[in-house]
């Protein structure tokens, strides 16, 4: 989930390589270099709306974290201890908390006062502690609450032991932490988390591979990261390497799943890496989640956070693993500086998913993808465009908003295809230059939407005639698709838009649609497509004929849902029903309680929701909870 720039070269020296230090030590405490906590500090940054911090003034630069993790009370204990770097005429540090019992606060070892502002909706309250300009150190002891919205605690059964993980992005991380939550502040850290003997805790950084005796583990992140990718997993997981630099982390039900699912990902970081330089993360782990997980995946650097929802058992979801992997340099190496340019995080991530996708699998493979990126931006194009016209820009204004507002289809699909248009405007080959330059320029750094226009004006379209082909304005600050859109095109898409049109109107027999010979995306995109004059009969002869809702596969399953919720298919009810209260990813039930209360099925989506509620987390359940509210 991101992506953003600004220039600094120093840091690239001394983050690449893990320590093997005692995290704890009083050195451990003190910043690895001075140039890269001044090059931190100076770090150019747009406005952050949704913080409350001012780096200008002081700003962490490494966190050293003590935590008890208790599952009994569904409380996180914790000491934070972060080194920092202050202005000359520093008066105080501000911290983002949501959510948090602050017990005591020290500065450079004495205990001092602290203020608590007034909380606002969804960003939550600011921490203020006085300090003057040679204040070194500041701890914080305090105790999150067990509703915190970052976290899903997921209880324990006759069969398998709880679980907990954390969701940070956007700005969850202060529900579990005092932190500087703007994505435009990077810092490094290092953890001891202890938690129950029988499980494993894992974080964005070093990870075990094994159980600890005592449950207590130890972390180290080198590398500075936002906030937003501080991540936190605590289950009874196991290890199996995939890999020279890769490996999955799943339950003993699913370890054998994930490891067979996932064994080709040490294929997709070698073309990751052919295409835009040195992974800078040294390895690249999976870990998967409970189901209820809102996303299909997050790209905590080094440890993906993945849905079990793709896992179908014949590695056909991987386009996702592809996804995370290209954050690593878009989002996590080059990271959007606000929330208002979330486009720079995930635009290039899915231009580098696609670009990973033809390298490893093939051009027809990753133009069917993006067709069907293209054909459901232009639908959401089309909804958003009704609602708020300005929402459909690549630069959103959400001042005053949920940052969670940006996270649609315009950021991601809008976002590649201006990113594509500029490759078929310059040719592929200077692009490429361009992109690699970009990583390696930007490293550990943030970047906005003005500064990028900038960059690439100067850098890459430097001529006024490629200028005035591309025209920026147009895509960043103008509603809906540019005329200068590419033409994404897939043969293999068509032809299934052929067939399920000569189906519904019965000019092909039910048994003559190739469902056998297609991949999965074909048929989603066959079910996504059919249209409303299709009876419930037909599609009972659909599922009759290749027992589609018995897929594995979660993206048909899901587009199966949906159709059989249009169609009233009752007959798929109990499955639907099963699917909402296991299944907690946002993509999935959104759609699916829309169409509930778009068929006058209200009823049915409340009952069900009521009981699936308590499986979702916050990110999901406040979406779904606007979304019945009313109704």
């Given at each position: ?358 390298a490893v699998y093939g051009r027809d493979i990753s133009e069917m993808l993006a067709t069907l990126s293209y054909r459901g931006l ?254």
């Amino acid at each position: 989930m991101k992506l953003t720039f600004i220039s600094t070269c120093i840091l690239m020296t001394g983050f690449l390589g893990i320590s093997s230090c005692n995290t704890h030590s009083e050195n451990s405490n003190e910043d690895k270099s001075d140039a890269r906590t001044q090059a931190i500090l100076n770090m150019k940054r747009a406005t952050d709306h949704h913080s409350y911090s001012k780096p200008e003034e002081a700003v962490v630069t490494h966190l050293e974290w003590d935590a008890n993790v208790d599952f009994e009370t569904r409380i996180i204990n914790a000491t934070a201890n972060y080194s920092i770097k202050t202005s000359e005429d520093a008066k105080r540090i501000l911290f983002d908390i949501r959510e948090l019992d602050i017990l005591s606060v020290r500065v450079d070892g004495i205990e001092t006062s602290f203020e608590i502002g007034e909380e606002q909706a969804f960003i939550g309250s600011p921490l203020s502690i006085p300090l003057s300009p040679s204040s070194k150190r500041v701890s914080i002891a305090y105790n999150t609450q067990p509703g915190a919205d970052a976290f899903l605690w997921v209880e324990g059964s006759e069969n398998s032991n709880p679980f907990l993980f954390t969701q940070s992005q956007a700005i969850l991380a202060r529900t579990w932490i005092p932190c500087q939550d703007s994505p435009g502040v990077r810092f490094t850290y290092s953890a001891q988390v202890q938690v129950p003997k029988d499980l494993m805790a894992l974080m964005s950084a070093v990870n075990p591979t094994e159980k600890s005796a005592d449950g207590v583990y130890t972390f180290v992140m080198d590398q500075p990261i936002p906030s937003y990718l501080l991540a936190l997993a605590v289950g009874d997981v196991e290890f199996r390497s995939v890999g020279e630099h890769t490996g999955v982390y799943a339950t003993p039900d699913l370890i054998d799943a994930a490891e067979y699912e996932f064994g080709e990902m040490e294929d997709l970081l070698v073309a990751a890496e052919g295409l835009y330089g040195k992974y800078a993360w040294e390895r690249y782990d999976l870990l998967v989640l409970p189901a209820a997980f809102p996303f299909g995946g997050m790209e905590n650097p080094r440890l993906t956070f993945a849905t079990p929802t793709i896992i179908a058992g014949d590695r056909s979801l991987v386009s996702l693993v592809a996804h995370e992997l290209a954050h690593s340099w878009s989002g996590n190496l080059v990271t959007n500086s606000t929330w208002d340019d979330f486009w720079l995080n995930e635009g290039f991530t899915v231009y580098f998913e696609q670009r990973i996708m033809e390298a490893v699998y093939g051009r027809d493979i990753s133009e069917m993808l993006a067709t069907l990126s293209y054909r459901g931006l232009v639908d959401e194009v089309s909804e958003i465009m009704d609602l708020n016209p300005d929402d459909t820009h690549l630069r959103l204004h959400l001042k005053g908003r949920n940052p969670d507002d940006g996270m649609t289809a315009i950021a991601y699909d809008k976002g590649y295809l201006f990113l594509r248009m500029i490759e078929e405007n310059v040719g592929r080959e200077k692009f490429d230059d361009f992109l690699s330059t970009y990583f390696k320029k930007h490293a550990f750094t943030v970047m906005d939407t003005d500064n990028f226009i900038e960059y690439i004006e100067r850098v890459l379209l430097s001529d006024e005639e490629t200028r005035n082909a591309v025209n920026l304005t147009a895509w960043i600050d103008g509603a809906g698709l540019p005329d200068n859109c590419p033409n994404v095109y897939s043969e293999r898409i068509e032809k299934v838009d052929n067939a399920v049109a000569k189906w519904a109107e019965g000019g092909l027999n039910t048994s003559d649609i190739p469902w056998s010979e297609w991949l999965y995306q074909e048929r989603y995109r066959f079910l996504k497509s059919i249209p409303a004059s299709v009876t419930v009969e037909k599609l009972d002869e659909l599922n009759v004929t290749f027992k589609v809702s018995g897929t594995g596969n979660n993206e048909v399953l899901f587009a199966w849902l949906e159709q059989s919720i249009l169609k009233q298919h009752t007959a798929s009810y109990p499955r639907l029903e099963s699917f909402l209260i296991n299944v907690g990813r946002r993509k999935f039930l959104t759609p699916l309680y829309k169409a509930l209360l778009e068929t006058g099925q209200t009823q049915m989506a409340k009952d069900i929701y009521e009981k699936a509620r308590p499986n979702y987390h916050s990110v999901s359940t406040g979406t779904m909870d606007e979304l019945l509210a009313d109704s």
